[in-house]
């Protein structure tokens, strides 16, 4: 496809009701046109309060993908309000643009095929404004379904799969082969420019066994990241997606958690923030109470939580992949609610948030 300069357009419009829309036109060629309409639910304010809550929604020139409802016409206050909008939103633009922002994608929002379109039409609009997106994925559910399919029985030890020589085979084709692609050709789709990637793609990642590999098989560490390939890429203003599988020094390939590979490559390009979308609202102070949500904390305080047993299960590893990755230069930590839409621009541009920020 050839490419001509790149045109692009905002505009914003509103309804009756508290609901704002905005739309972002990019021009890819002069044949081409993507339209991205984003809907913006700003509840009352008060003095102590000015949160924008939005939610977004894209459509194409393509009927087939993506089927959306026209813009409601414009009247002369929406276009004032739309000034206003877009006046609101700067300060988070100004506050991230150009800055690196590295993105754990799995469960429940891989699983949905709508939460799947929000993520990549997220990571769209951020590239879009100016920041820099970095996706890391896992894809635990569609391994599963292929080691069924061959069946092969899936095991796992302390919520990590044990992975021996077939397991890992299927590890690698369906992370590098399916999933990463898949995300690729969605984000290709949506408008940006994405880049596949694994761990043993440009050298990114240096894997080590894990100390319990006796139990369970090729189940890997980082021990080096060499961020240089993706440098490039963020630096050419496309999106590298990062399948969570890593070779050692000999070339034998290990399957590593996904949280702990986007820790990891989020210290290692001085990312501005890491975000884990989970299947969880964030850190609860009670975990039998969905409504005691830890909006922000800092490392002493949720170490704390944990030793005091308030964090507990598979949220121990995140935490730890938060601190760890604060531990060595990363400015904030996000553990997020990947099951509501559009989550990772609520964290991004809200004060409010999705879930849970962890501070240094």
Do not use: W
């Amino acid at each position: 496809m050839g490419a001509t300069a790149t045109g692009k357009s905002l505009h914003f419009c509103s309804s009756q009701d508290p609901l704002l829309f905005l739309s972002l036109t990019k021009t890819k060629s002069k044949a081409e046109t993507l339209n991205l309409n984003f809907r913006f639910s700003k509840p009352p304010l008060t003095p102590n309060s000015r949160r924008l809550r939005l939610s977004i929604r894209a459509s194409s020139p393509s009927s087939t993908a993506l089927n959306d409802p026209p813009l409601p016409s414009l009247t002369n206050s929406d276009l004032q309000l739309r000034v206003r909008i877009l006046s609101e939103s700067l300060p988070y633009i100004q506050k991230f643009r150009g800055k690196t922002i590295v993105v754990k994608y799995g469960g429940a929002a891989m699983k949905s095929a709508e939460l799947k379109a929000s993520v990549v039409r997220d990571l769209v609009l951020l590239s879009c404004v100016g920041l820099r997106p970095v996706l890391v994925h896992g894809g635990g559910p569609e391994i599963n379904v292929l080691l069924n399919q061959l069946n092969i029985p899936a095991q796992f030890r302390d919520g990590l799969r044990v992975t021996d020589a077939r397991t890992m085979e299927v590890v690698s084709m369906v992370l590098v082969g399916k999933v990463n692609k898949d995300l690729v050709s969605r984000i290709n789709y949506a408008g940006a420019t994405a880049v596949g990637l694994s761990g043993m793609d440009g050298r990114l990642l240096v894997a080590r066994p894990s100390p319990n590999a006796a139990q369970l098989g090729f189940v890997g560490e980082v021990a080096r990241v060499d961020p240089t390939v993706l440098q490039t890429i963020v630096d050419n203003g496309s999106i590298p997606v990062i399948a969570s599988v890593a070779a050692d020094e000999y070339g034998q390939s290990y399957n590593i958690n996904a949280d702990t590979v986007a820790g990891e490559v989020a210290a290692a390009l001085g990312a501005e923030k890491l975000i884990l979308l989970t299947d969880v609202a964030g850190i609860l102070r009670n975990r039998e109470d969905p409504g005691s949500l830890v909006k922000e904390i800092d490392i002493k305080g949720v170490k704390k939580m944990i030793e005091e047993g308030k964090v507990g299960g598979g949220m121990i590893p995140k935490v730890n992949c938060c601190i760890r990755s604060l531990a060595q230069g990363v400015t904030t930590a996000s553990i997020i609610d990947g099951r509501v839409e559009h989550s990772l621009l609520h964290e991004i541009m809200t004060d409010e948030g999705a879930g849970t920020m962890i501070t240094g």
